[in-house]
């Protein structure tokens, strides 16, 4: 029978103990003149101080396994320490206190302030000697002026401040303060409105300071900490002109001038001569003829020279016309009408989201740029901060939007596959499980693994078309050519899965490709796909403006593709919300699943269904339409959630539009 646990424990310790003895003993018998060798190196000097703990546990005990002892536990944070000074005892106890500092402040906010209070030995920032500092009031005075950036000055209030405060009272009105500075940075760069509730595809990233960054910022700044808290807001030339017609829209009308009646005539540009151009000199105050250089002498009185049209494009902005210095019949009809004050068109509340849709974008545009305005249907290209070239495009549909947010182009692929996606994979399955071909419909039978796909070749039927330009992103979207061209005629240009179309993509190639031209990008059509790296990462920017300044300074609106609008009135507090202070959109489809709009009562008629293929990367691999009375019409295949292309990819199931005649592609 094995011995109890406990006695093996209690004979290991005498046996220890035994042996430690043993060596103390000959360590003590060993003559200090006695050299080393005389000690047997079988059997090593001990000293008593280095003796064998009494828990050892001899080799003769093999089953004995000491216990691990407990770690010991870790160090307690020191709880913070209030300042023995009165003033930062109380900045101390008021940071303590459950009390918000302000309403809209998140706690993390709340432990950045902190944080900045703990580094300064919780030493007022914005008060000295019972009063504001100049940083003070140059903060207080930005924050009274949110308004101009289309904030709400409401949401940064502070206490005043009485002539002799006390400790307490000093300590929250600096507090305050530095949370309105806090809150104003934040909202300044995008953080007013939670962009979930308005679509789960706007996801652009939001560079939102730190409180203790922020207040580092303007503490370094000192009498200048009211242009460096403005600084917080974009300084992009779209977001600074609607703030400057946001401000037109408030202040006084303009002042009315006298109407201007001129008889009928042709458009009028600069070098024409015409019998009108006197009356405009004496109506806009100018020279009555151009004056002389040293080339030639004085103009004719009626000549429509660079003057001239500098004045009658002023006044075309003035009154929300195409300032191009045309003097055409819009231009004639407005000066006809010039006696009211005409003020900007525009309400403050579709200037006001539209600003906020700046913020969404980063500070820093980049100096080479792409920009798609998404309900506008229209890419720009930016070479240097000016525009090198622009594009009509197709994007997402209602149901299948989209997405906002920033990336970075790394490369183009000239010659681009297309693999179908599984969503639309799974219902051929059945069909391709024993298929032993390798072509099918025109696609390859890819089989890797025991798994079966379906690759479109490269060709002028590929639903990506011959160029593709790539940015990674979450959404799995890209800019892309395509087949189906005839669409760019259409005014509203919402037939894609989420990806944008461009048109005539290698325009646009040559552009972001500096060592590429059109011509040698078309040269390699036809020769397998081909990856092309950008130089430099480049920006894309895709964005939602319903209203903007053109680069021509006309104002424009647009429709509300999506319906971002509405929700995001409610969400600022705007009138024409119509919902609750941050709305929701109806829940959206999930990513691989594309709603449909529902079919149209059929009328009598009498019909019949033809199959014939298309050309139209939207259809799959051949589309059934309808013969009626009018014009042919595709027929719409039954909603299945299970056959709806993955959002990103072009939608092969959507129904093409009428089809025009095939038009060139060079």
């Not at 070479?383 to 622009?390: K, W």
């Not at 048109?503 to 552009?511: K, S, T």
């Amino acid at each position: 029978m094995r011995p109890p646990r406990s006695s093996l424990i209690a004979l290991a310790a005498l046996l220890s103990g035994s042996l430690a003895s043993a060596g103390s003993l000959r360590a003590a018998t060993v003559s200090p003149d006695q050299p080393a060798a005389d000690v047997p190196a079988s059997q090593p000097v001990v000293p008593p101080a280095q003796a064998a703990p009494a828990a050892a546990v001899p080799a003769a005990l093999p089953d004995y396994k000491p216990e691990a002892p407990a770690p010991e536990p870790a160090p307690a944070a020191a709880a913070p320490v209030a300042p023995a000074d009165p003033l930062g005892a109380a900045v101390f106890a008021r940071l303590a206190e459950p009390a918000p500092l302000l309403l809209r402040l998140t706690g993390k906010d709340r432990d950045t302030i902190r944080s900045f209070y703990e580094a300064r030995t919780y030493k007022p920032l914005w008060i000295s000697g019972g009063a504001w500092t100049e940083a003070a009031k140059a903060v207080s005075a930005r924050l009274a002026a949110a308004a101009e950036d289309g904030l709400d000055a409401r949401a940064y209030t502070i206490p005043p401040l009485a002539d002799k405060p006390d400790e307490k009272a000093v300590a929250d009105a600096d507090l305050r303060l530095s949370a309105a500075a806090v809150l104003y940075a934040r909202d300044a760069r995008g953080g007013r409105i939670n962009l979930a509730s308005i679509s789960r595809l706007i996801t652009p990233h939001l560079d939102l300071p730190t409180g203790n960054d922020v207040l580092a910022k303007l503490d370094e700044a000192g009498a200048k900490a009211g242009e460096a808290l403005q600084a917080y807001n974009p300084a992009t030339p779209g977001y600074q002109a609607l703030k400057t017609r946001l401000a037109a829209l408030r202040g006084p009308a303009p002042t009315a001038v006298k109407p201007l009646r001129l008889p009928p005539g042709p458009a009028l540009r600069v070098g024409m001569h015409d019998a009108r151009v006197p009356l405009l000199r004496a109506h806009f105050d100018l020279a009555s003829r151009p004056a002389g250089t040293l080339d030639k002498g004085p103009g004719e009185p009626d000549e429509y020279d660079s003057g001239v049209a500098d004045a009658v494009a002023k006044f075309q902005r003035s009154r929300s016309l195409p300032g191009n210095g045309v003097l055409n019949v819009q231009t004639v009809l407005a000066l006809a009408d010039a006696g009211r004050g005409a003020r900007p068109t525009g309400g403050e509340a579709e200037l006001i989201v539209n600003m906020e849709r700046w913020r969404w974008l980063p500070g820093d545009l980049g100096s080479d740029y792409i920009l798609v305005n998404v309900p506008e249907y229209r890419l720009r290209a930016y070479r240097g901060g000016v525009m090198r070239d622009e594009a009509r495009v197709i994007v997402g549909k209602p149901e299948s939007r989209t997405p906002l947010f920033s990336g970075l182009m790394e490369y183009a692929v000239v010659n681009p596959s297309w693999y179908v996606p599984p969503s639309i994979l799974k219902t051929m399955a059945p069909k391709l499980a024993g298929y032993g071909g390798k072509t099918w419909g025109g696609y390859e039978v890819v089989r890797r693994g025991g798994h079966v796909s379906l690759r479109q070749p490269p060709g002028e039927r590929n639903a990506l078309g011959f160029i593709k330009f790539m940015f990674p992103n979450q959404h799995a979207v890209y800019l892309h050519d395509t087949p189906n061209r005839s669409l760019f005629s259409a005014s509203k240009r919402d037939f894609s899965h989420g990806c944008v179309r461009v048109d005539d993509p290698f325009r646009l190639a040559d552009v972001v490709l500096p060592n590429w031209s059109e011509d040698k990008l078309k040269k390699l059509i036809g020769k397998g796909e081909r990856t092309i790296r950008l130089p430099d990462k480049l920006p894309v920017h895709l964005a939602y403006f319903t209203a903007f300044v053109d680069d021509g300074g006309t104002f424009r609106t647009l429709p509300d593709l999506y319906g971002y609008d509405a929700p995001m009135r409610a969400a600022l507090g705007l009138p024409g919300g119509g919902g609750p202070a941050i709305a929701r959109l109806p829940d959206e489809a999930p990513r691989q699943k594309a709603e449909r709009a529902p079919k149209p009562a059929a009328r009598t008629v009498q019909r019949r269904t033809t199959h014939r293929p298309v050309a139209d990367a939207d259809a799959w691999p051949t589309e059934r339409y309808e013969e009626r009375d009018g014009p042919r019409r595709p027929l719409r295949r039954a909603a299945r959630a299970d056959s709806a292309p993955e959002y990103g990819e072009p939608g092969l199931w959507t129904p093409a539009p009428q089809q025009a005649a095939p038009r060139g592609w060079w």
